[in-house]
């Protein structure tokens, strides 16, 4: 069965205190990966797609990578303002229209 | 001006009564989707549309319809409200152009079912 699961659900971190969180997956095939960022009451922001293992993306603070199995959001020297949810969704290969949502990873980063 | 837009942001309904929310999009996507976000569920497929005359249900279609009007417009539908509906509602898009196919989301609406 496809499966997302991120760790950890909750995480508070200091400002400037560097961390990862988790995504990890089972599909039989990867189409892609992707992170979003939301914040209370508002849609997901698109953040990266990742395609293949080895692939790595960053923006600002932010770095994304992928294995086979999982991939990381890695946050360096985080700011008050990137507190929010991050979401972890897979695309498989199999069946056109699926996309499979892990139930996210909620930061709070305090000054 | 934003990618995807939704109407209303918010929304206030009794039980049995027909609401309709709305989606609109400037992206040229051909795919759109309609999701509901609860507390601790994560988003739930409702429907989806591959195109204007390709639409499908998703996981938890029941008590929920959609229209796809226009490449760009894609609207649902609760034929009569009943408050376990009451829950964030995202409308999506996505580019089979695309190789991995990224969604894009709209501001989404809150809906409240008395």
């Known amino acids: 069965e496809d499966q997302v699961t991120q760790s950890p659900e909750a995480l508070r971190l200091q400002e400037g205190e560097s961390s990862s969180l988790n995504c990890s997956y089972t599909?039989?095939?990867?189409?892609?990966l992707f992170w979003y960022r939301q914040d209370p009451g508002k849609g997901p922001e698109f953040l990266f797609t990742?395609?293949?293992a080895g692939e790595e993306k960053e923006k600002e603070r932010l770095k994304a990578t992928l294995t086979k199995k999982e991939s990381f959001l890695h946050i360096t020297a985080p700011k008050p303002e990137d507190s929010a949810t991050y979401l972890c969704a897979v695309k498989p290969t199999s069946g056109t229209y699926k996309y499979i949502f892990g139930t996210g990873t909620r930061l709070k980063v305090l000054a | 001006d934003a990618d995807v837009t939704q109407t209303p942001r918010n929304r206030i309904t009794k039980t049995g009564k027909r609401i309709m929310l709305e989606c609109s999009q400037t992206?040229?996507?051909?795919?759109m989707y309609w999701y509901r976000q609860d507390p601790g569920l994560g988003l739930r497929l409702i429907y989806y549309?591959?195109?204007?005359?390709?639409?499908n249900k998703g996981e938890i279609s029941d008590g929920y319809s959609v229209s796809r009007q226009a490449q760009a417009k894609f609207s649902l539908s609760l034929e009569s409200a009943i408050p376990n509906q009451t829950a964030l509602y995202f409308c999506?898009?996505?580019?089979?152009?695309?190789?991995?196919?990224?969604?894009?989301f709209g501001p989404g609406t809150r809906l409240l079912v008395l």
């Open positions: 999506a898009t996505s580019d089979t152009r695309t190789g991995a196919e990224t969604q894009y």
């Open positions: 599909v039989s095939g990867l189409r892609g």
């Open positions: 990742l395609y293949s």
């Open positions: 549309s591959f195109d204007v005359k390709d639409i």
């Open positions: 992206k040229g996507h051909d795919r």
